[in-house]
């Protein structure tokens, strides 16, 4: 079965700084979905960015960047010019795209705090 | 478009009661997605419905059962609950066609359970 390990419970970063949150992932599968979802303290769930297994490029969403390394498993997420919005638990997320998929499989979070 | 709406919000039960949550997914989606999640837990998948199909199950007991109805609106219903049935339970939609952004999926704001 897949994992999904954050190994940072919590970082912290100063306003307008930068910040990488690490997240690295088993799967015996070529062929997955990678997620970053925010959940501020309202508990709702937002996508941040996806990034597809087959695709060598890195995702960008305005401030938020990835970096995948397929072969070391590994999926990190880059907040530039962090901003007090952006506190919140980060989840990183993985499925496989096969039609048995289970869901999302989440890693258990990194509670990110900005310091102002 | 109107995002994903879950009913009630909140909603405190005693223990061998059952109860039964409401999801309604974004307009065109068809896959609905349920999860639990706790502090020790962490996020954990329960099921997900397509087109009024259960097409996968998470590993929890026959307790949590769920379906779909033609409008794609969902529900799981939890009988007999334990004490720690007490969780937010999530809910996620996605266009679920096969196609990869089908993959995305977008959550609703949760109905928080509480079991005494």
């Known amino acids: 079965a897949q994992t999904v390990t954050q190994s940072q419970p919590e970082m912290s970063v100063q306003e307008a700084e930068t910040v990488t949150l690490s997240c690295t992932y088993d799967t015996s599968e070529s062929d997955y979905y990678l997620f970053w979802y925010k959940q501020p303290p309202s508990r709702q769930m937002i996508l941040v960015i996806r990034q597809e297994a087959y695709k060598q490029q890195n995702a960008t969403e305005n401030r938020f960047s990835v970096n995948f390394q397929k072969a070391a498993k590994s999926f990190s997420l880059k907040i530039s010019d962090s901003q007090l919005g952006d506190a919140a638990m980060y989840f990183c997320?993985?499925?496989?795209?096969?039609?048995?998929?289970?869901?999302?499989?989440f890693g258990k979070g990194t509670h990110l705090i900005i310091q102002p | 478009k109107a995002g994903v709406t879950q009913t009630p919000r909140y909603l405190i039960k005693t223990r061998g009661q059952q109860v039964t949550l409401s999801c309604s997914p974004i307009?065109?989606?068809?896959?609905v997605s349920w999860y639990q999640q706790t502090p020790g837990q962490g996020l954990q998948f329960l099921f997900e419905y397509f087109s009024e199909t259960q097409r996968n199950k998470g590993n929890f007991p026959g307790r949590f059962s769920g379906r779909q109805f033609s409008n794609s609106r969902s529900e799981m219903n939890v009988s007999t609950l334990e004490l720690g049935d007490s969780a937010l339970y999530l809910c996620?939609?996605?266009?679920?066609?096969?196609?990869?952004?089908?993959?995305?999926?977008?959550f609703g704001p949760g109905t928080r359970l509480t079991v005494t």
């Open positions: 307009s065109g989606h068809r896959s």
């Open positions: 996620a939609s996605s266009l679920g066609t096969g196609q990869y952004l089908s993959y995305e999926q977008y």
């Open positions: 997320a993985y499925r496989w795209s096969g039609g048995g998929a289970d869901g999302l499989t």
